[in-house]
């Protein structure tokens, strides 16, 4: 289809009173005209100056540093200045790294030194590098910092899952809007919980609607087959830049991210082999390190560096004495799916040097609460084929089996080291919905009480409410899905979660909300206690 202005340039909602929204030169600059469609040209066939058409984004933000990150259309020297004020008076400069084809021409600039809690605005400038002076227009961005005391409440969302199912960007809707609802709440960074694209899922001109409607999406080359080469991946990542209200959101709020299934393709673990007729190259592991190479490029982590073959996701990212939030990798270490009845598995779903380290970090972490991101939901049984299980559970109600021993010697953890304040997030399932796990429901006794919140899709097919696995005795208080799989963004069912902790209190309120500004639920959790 054509591509001619097809992403609203509508601002959203206003935020609430007690933070100011950006005008002036940060909504100039994140309202940029359409990029084009292919990677970068040559230099030698471009005229003009360098161009950042594909917006700015800061990530991994914490009370003192941050990463900000840029695409130019050509070869190009990164230049990020800092300041206080938009006027950009008393401006610090950071010289970058020169962008090239080795990274499609993606760099990150990383800041130190920042003042913590404040505002801090920044544009990026590229420049000509072999002559300095021949510079692009600037392009602003900003960000809070983290505080370095407890004077400021804390505000992030979260969510996950863009562009499945073939539901891409939809020019008639205006593009991916729920990212406008979310920049009106003016969150002090953004969540990603992963499968931030789809590379195994094509992007059709039209795709037919149940009502007998069209949905119609952009496409582009990259996403007319599922991704197998470097330049495909690439092309993912950047089919989802091409939205005018997600470069909005990213030049106002930063990321932290973690990757999933889809990143690469579904369900999919170390070692598998392919049977799949779309795919030419079958070995997974070559697909996911191509795919990891471009999330590397495509997103700003303080882990996982483009020039770092070495680079992992699981992290930590410390936002002031508030809040940790700690970052698993569920997919690259895992064992094969299978139905998970093993009664012994060291590897499991986090692989042992993760679930060490993640143990060690929760217990020196000193934040009033421990966010635990999980790109997968714990106590609900995700299926992969007829008798196989994706993620940590498998319905046995009964003692810990396969990957759920890995969870319960974490769980374990907590409770006698006496570890305050975790509390899980995740997506992945394409719902919404509140899990409460209690010693005293459960086959398993040895932990305290916690909570799982999982909310997703952001632009992706729903699908039905899963089974829950008794062993650690969840309930579930809430829950919103459809009744039909891969039910259309047209019929709703878009989610985010919002969390908001109080700097007097130390509570920590969580809201599950629907595009469209319906808060489903909302649940008020206590500081200071092992269990909740």
């Known amino acids: 289809m054509a591509l001619e202005n097809p992403i609203s340039r509508t601002t959203g909602g206003t935020a609430p009173g007690r933070r100011a929204m950006l005008r002036g030169s940060l909504a100039a600059s994140a309202a940029l005209s359409l ?17 950042a058409e594909w917006g700015v984004q800061a990530g991994d933000v914490t009370s003192s540093s941050g990463l900000v990150w840029v695409r130019s259309d050509r070869r190009a020297r990164m230049v990020v200045e800092t300041s206080a004020t938009e006027s950009f008076r008393k401006a610090r400069r950071w010289t970058g790294p020169v962008l090239g084809p080795d ?8 800041l130190h030194s920042l003042p913590a809690g404040e505002q801090v605005f920044y544009r990026v400038t590229l420049a000509d590098p072999d002559d300095p002076r021949r510079t692009g227009k600037p392009v602003h961005g900003t960000f809070r910092t983290a505080p370095d005391g407890r004077r400021h409440d804390v505000r992030f969302l979260w969510s996950g899952d863009l562009a499945g199912q073939g539901w891409g960007i939809n020019p008639d809707r205006g593009g991916y809007t729920i990212f406008e609802e979310m920049r009106g709440l003016d969150p002090d960074f953004f969540l990603n919980s992963g499968d931030t694209i789809y590379a195994d899922s094509p992007i059709e001109e039209k795709v037919a609607l149940p009502d007998g409607s069209v949905w119609r999406n952009v496409t582009t080359e990259e996403k007319a087959k599922v991704a ?13 830049r091409l939205d005018g209200s997600m470069r909005r959101f990213q030049a106002q709020v930063p990321s932290i ?10 369900n999919w673990y170390p070692g598998e082999i392919l049977d799949d ?8 592991d070559t697909l996911s390190a191509r795919s990891l190479r471009a999330f ?3 997103h700003p982590l303080t882990t996982l560096p483009a020039t770092d073959r070495d680079g992992r996701v699981y992290r930590v990212v410390h936002h002031g004495p508030l809040l940790d939030v700690f970052l698993l990798d569920m997919r690259t270490y895992r064992n094969a799916n299978s139905p998970g009845t093993q009664q012994h598995d060291r590897q499991g779903i986090m692989g042992e040097a993760q679930l060490r380290w993640l143990k060690k970090a929760l217990s020196r972490s000193r934040a009033v609460w421990k966010v635990i991101a999980a790109d997968m939901p714990l106590g609900l049984a995700v299926p992969d084929g007829e008798s196989d299980f994706e993620g940590v559970a498998q319905t046995d109600p009964g003692a810990p089996l396969g990957r759920e021993l890995q969870l319960a010697e974490l769980l374990r953890h907590i409770k006698r080291e006496r570890i305050t304040g975790t509390v899980w997030f995740t997506t992945d399932v394409h719902y919404t919905s509140a899990q409460h796990y209690d010693p005293s429901r459960a086959a398993f006794k040895d932990f305290e009480p916690f909570w799982e919140f999982v909310s997703g899709p952001l632009n992706a097919g729903g699908f039905p409410a899963l089974e829950l696995d008794r062993t650690f005795g969840p309930a579930q208080p809430f829950v919103k899905a459809p009744k039909k799989a891969n039910t259309p963004p047209t019929e709703g069912g878009q989610y985010f979660g919002q969390v908001d902790i109080d700097a007097g209190s130390g509570e920590l309120t969580v809201r599950l909300r629907e595009q469209g500004g319906a808060v489903l639920y909302t649940k008020v959790l206590q500081p200071g206690r092992v269990g909740q």
């Open 296 to 298: 590397s490029e495509y």
């Open 277 to 284: 007729d779309r795919y030419h190259v079958k070995d997974v």
């Open 103 to 110: 990274t499609d021409f993606t760099g990150v600039t990383p």
């Open 228 to 240: 197998e080469t470097l330049g495909e991946f690439r092309g993912n990542f950047r089919y989802n």
């Open 35 to 51: 990029p084009a469609l292919s990677g970068a040209a040559p230099s030698h066939a471009l005229g003009g100056r360098p161009r």
């Open 257 to 266: 991210v973690q990757w999933d299934d889809h990143d690469v393709l579904n």
